[in-house]
């Protein structure tokens, strides 16, 4: 089995997305309406921001020809199938541009908290050359595919893992990121990291959800320049979250540190709840280090000498979900 467009042809397809993603058509803003309509966690500036990642990072023609050179594309298309998230607007898309520049066909099963975009997306593809719809389609049932890639909860994992096991898979799990801090960071650094901590309201695998510090640590300071999104306090789903854990907290004694949208708890655990964001302490810089860069469940660091500050949600194109590399096992199948 062939695929009829060539990878010049995907690439250049891909580019041109980028550059209607970049406009603000009738038809795309009304495409983002409707998400942001489909979806009560989706606003039209997380969706507006999603965009702009994927086109700066992901469609520009220079950097998918780099990114692509370090690969030996597959000879032979087989059928992959699909399964996307929909945590965050277009989470699954690189996943999608992974399989169509390996040149695979794609069997896609959406999210429904996130097909309106990636519906119209490929649309335009089929639009722009009809051949598109030969290799990539949106399926409810994933059969008879010669691998899969799955995206999920640590819960759903286990039922990806039942029906997929036996072929060549990737299946991800739930993971989080966190911020490493030491005191000296600036008043500019620390407002972008509220941007790591708040865009999207905490749902992406990217977000900060925790944050590390030495003991002495100001969070006056941090809580006070985190008031910059005060505003996420507006929306309903959120501020439901913020009061139903004051709330516990209240109830169990537990001590809290809090401005008009955020929750701050002690706690090991790297995974906090909407509205609330995880602190502790260290002592031991380098063995904290140690422990974030061998857990399963990091995603990204934040911090000086990680990822930049305000970058969390900004990942590359060689930059993989869980750290496994997609357009690897694509060219290798």
Known sequence: MTNNISLSQRIDLLF?????????????????????????????AHVSLAVENITDQFLQKDKL?????????????KTIGIVMAGNIPLVGF???????????????KLSSKDEVLMKHLLDKLTEWEPDVANHVIIAERLNNCDAYIATGSNNTARYFEQYFGKYPHIIRKNRTSVAVL?????????????????????LG???????????????????????????YADLNKYKNNYDYHLAIYLLNRIPY?????????????????????????????????????????????????????????????????????????????
Not at 182 to 198: G, N, W
Not at 205 to 217: F, G, H, M
Request: proline share 3%; hydrophobic share 40%.
């Open 182 to 202: 030491d005191s000296s960071e600036t008043d500019e650094e620390l407002t972008l990291l509220a941007d790591d901590v708040y865009l999207y309201y905490g």
């Open 16 to 44: 041109e997305l980028g550059t209607y993603m970049s406009q603000n058509s009738i038809e795309w803003m009304d495409a983002q309406d409707r998400a942001v309509g489909a979806n009560a966690w989706f606003t039209p």
């Open 205 to 231: 695998c990217r977000n900060v959800t925790q944050v590390c510090v030495p003991r002495d640590y100001d969070f006056a300071r941090l809580l006070n320049i985190f008031n910059k999104h005060n505003e």
């Open 257 to 333: 540190m809090s401005n008009e949208s955020l929750l701050m708890v002690e706690n090991d655990m790297p995974f906090s709840a909407v509205s609330v964001l995880h602190y502790k302490y260290y002592d031991n810089k380098a063995e904290l280090i140690t422990q974030l860069e061998s857990s399963i469940d990091i995603q990204a660091i934040i911090g000086k000498s990680f990822v930049p500050f305000g970058d969390s949600q900004k990942p590359a194109l060689s930059e993989y979900a869980d750290g496994i590399d997609t357009m690897a096992f694509l060219c290798e199948l």
């Open 65 to 77: 020809q780099q990114w692509l050179a370090n690969y030996t594309l597959p000879n032979e298309a």
């Open 94 to 108: 690189h996943d999608f541009l992974c399989g169509f520049l390996s040149g695979h066909h794609l069997l896609l």
